[in-house]
């Protein structure tokens, strides 16, 4: 692809983030493009999450964009923010486009939960789980991880090494909601919330903005940051059933990221070997492990093995995830944090830098329609 991210930044992550999501949003592109060293004028392009309230022409309008050329909208919330590059790279690639901005803006800690707003009848896929008590995101993915443990023996410990390892890279953040470290110890004391999944196994529900600004590789070589080149990206489903409940037959615990990883390999030329560290969405610490085995970094079922046998930390594990501390202790918004964390990285300013990073894959959720992201130099 013909696309570089050239600018990021993000709010600080809080319970109660002061001002509107168009002033939020406004305010978060306007840093990602000084980053970049650019203008809202140089923007011809925007893509968004589709659960991002914020209108484009509104967006445009406020910032000073003259001609808005192409914008998109990506779905399935945990789903979409690598789609989100996906199609930017895409566009830009193709000529639609020359400098496209992706944004998001969570202000949920301090509102409403949608599945809490439920009465009467429910439709689509929620049908064949709410009457029966999978109302949460948790419940659901709490079903998947009591079957990943009948299949393959995974334990919720394993789950706590996720954990744990998330939280050690997030004591070294200043930006993280969570720096106090924990152990395996807290993690298997910490409250059921629907078993076996613990607290400590839950992401934060926070408040963030972030947002990130792809141009092409010709006119990045003028920016003001280190570039990382969007070397494959991709959008999957797998042969999925349904959505949050994706395992099925005749290849069990086969998730849409199996379909990711075997588009988005091909798409790099490059394997599981070549990844120097990976950003793994972590709404929930068994998506993690789910991701480790769909993208090829252990067989199928050692998913918990490999945490616990403390390949995830930095700085001497074999594969350091989240160095930032993710989803679980660093804030939660989707993901966008994981993309500006493999930025950070490619540009040797993480807080946990790894040594020598060449390639870092971002994922999202595994649950749902997924995406993937390789990013370079």
């Known amino acids: 692809m013909q696309a570089a991210i050239v600018g990021v930044h993000q709010t600080p992550f809080s319970a109660n983030l002061a001002g509107s999501e168009l002033a939020l949003a406004a305010q978060v592109i306007c840093a990602a493009l000084r980053d970049a060293g ?3 004028r140089d923007v011809d392009g925007l893509v968004k999450n589709a659960m991002e309230d914020t209108e484009e022409h509104a967006l445009a309008r406020s910032l000073g964009i003259p001609n808005l050329r192409w914008f998109s909208q990506v779905p399935y919330g945990g789903g979409a923010s690598c789609g989100m590059v996906a199609q930017a790279a895409a566009a830009i690639s193709a000529g639609l486009a020359t400098t496209v901005v992706l944004w998001r803006v969570r202000k949920r800690a301090s509102g409403g939960r949608p599945w809490a707003q439920r009465t009467g009848a429910v439709e689509g896929d929620a049908q064949f789980g709410a009457p029966y008590g999978l109302s949460r995101p948790s419940d659901q993915v709490a079903l998947l991880m009591r079957r990943h443990m009948v299949e393959f023996g995974s ?6 090494a996720i954990a744990v390892a998330c939280r050690a890279h997030a004591a070294r953040n200043p930006r993280a909601l ?3 470290p924990v152990t395996l110890a807290d993690h298997q004391a910490s409250r059921p919330v629907s078993e076996p999944l613990r607290l400590l196994d839950c992401c934060l529900e926070s408040d963030a903005a972030a947002a990130i600004v792809l141009t092409s590789l010709e006119r990045a070589r003028d920016t003001a940051q280190r570039a990382a080149r969007v070397v494959a990206a991709t959008q999957a489903t797998g042969a999925q059933v349904g959505r949050m409940l994706d395992w099925h037959k005749p290849f069990p615990l086969e998730s849409s990221g199996v379909a990711a990883a075997a588009a988005l390999y091909r798409h790099a030329g490059i394997g599981p070997d070549d990844i120097d560290c990976a950003q793994l969405y972590d709404s929930f610490t ?20 490999f945490a616990a046998a403390g390949h995830l930390q930095w700085p001497h594990g074999r ?10 202790s660093e804030g939660y918004v989707q993901g966008m944090n994981h993309l500006i ?3 950070r990285q490619l540009r040797g300013t993480s807080t946990c830098q790894v040594a020598r990073v060449d390639h870092v894959l971002v994922t999202s959720s595994t649950s749902v329609p997924t995406s993937a992201v390789i990013l370079g130099h």
Do not use: M, W
């Open 38 to 40: 650019l203008t809202p």
């Open 155 to 160: 334990t919720s410990a394993q789950l706590g």
């Open 178 to 180: 969570k720096r106090q």
């Open 286 to 305: 068994p998506f993690v492990l789910f991701a480790l085995e769909a993208y090829g970094f252990c067989p199928r079922g050692d998913g918990g093995h």
């Open 319 to 328: 594969l350091p995830i989240n160095t930032h501390g993710g989803s679980l």
């Open 341 to 343: 964390e493999a930025v």
